[in-house]
């Protein structure tokens, strides 16, 4: 993967400031980071992403691991398992420009359903259902956030924080793993990711700060927008990449 040196400072940046949006409200690294990394460079998506959020998540969860609730995240994490496995099935058939449709689509569904519903009861239904879609967006894009977050919009602050990045690390070991075993994530991708480790304790370090001056009633709102924001941007990107394809 050959970078330029002003490649790999924007990657930095890019990194540094998911960490810190992730280490605050408990997700978004891919979200602030995956559609322009992919402009950067399309093999940083999806694999060094889910790398750079794994190793985000290891931190929050650590810092936060009195607020974990193992019975909420162990049934989202096995119906993560059918998700990462369609997701394998679909990397290897469907083209780019339909998974961003389609993440997009999902994704900006499920904002219009929280906000008509604004609380979200944690059953075994919306687990099982957000592990799932969770797997399979995480997988394909590496934004694999949303539909878990959706879940947790009506929890505090710390116990968003805790099972968010909870949940994010194991889903994305494994994630990573089935990239793994389709060639979606070599040596090379290794390599960029470990360097990006820098500013991901950079910015795993300042979210430590800024997270304590976070008003939990911000958190509910930070999520829908972030969500709104991937949704609308891969659906953008899918669709003006299947533009020609309908005009022929």
């Not at 998506?45 to 974990?68: E, I, K, T």
């Not at 008509?116 to 592990?131: C, D, K, L």
């Not at 001056?213 to 891969?234: D, E, K, Q, Y």
């Amino acid at each position: 993967m050959d970078l330029t040196l002003i490649q790999m400072l924007s990657i930095a940046v890019l990194v540094l400031l998911g960490a810190v949006v992730q280490g605050t409200i408990g997700f978004g690294l891919a979200i602030v980071a995956a559609p322009f990394l992919l402009l950067i460079h399309p093999e940083l998506v999806p694999g060094p992403v889910l790398f750079f959020g794994m190793s985000s998540a290891a931190f929050n969860v650590w810092a936060n691991r009195a607020g974990l609730a193992f019975r909420e995240l162990t049934l989202a994490l096995v119906a993560r398992v059918p998700g990462t496995l369609l997701a394998m099935v679909v990397l290897v058939v469907a083209s780019p420009s339909v998974l961003s449709v389609l993440l997009g689509l999902s994704v900006l569904a499920a904002v219009v359903l929280s906000i008509r519903t604004p609380y979200v009861e944690r059953t075994r239904r919306v687990m099982f259902t957000a592990g799932f879609m969770s797997g399979f967006m995480g997988t394909t894009t590496a934004i694999g956030g949303p539909p878990i977050a959706l879940a947790y919009q009506s929890a505090t602050g710390p116990e968003a924080r805790a099972n968010l990045g909870g949940y994010m690390l194991v889903g994305m070991i494994a994630s990573l793993f089935a990239l793994v075993l389709i060639g979606r994530f070599t040596g090379e991708h290794l390599t960029i990711s470990l360097i990006m480790l820098v500013p991901v304790v950079l910015g795993v370090y300042l979210a430590r700060i800024l997270a304590p001056l976070i008003n939990p009633a911000w958190l509910r709102p930070a999520l829908l927008v972030l969500c709104s924001i991937s949704g609308t941007v891969a659906l953008a990107k899918g669709g003006l990449e299947l533009l020609p394809w309908f005009a022929s």
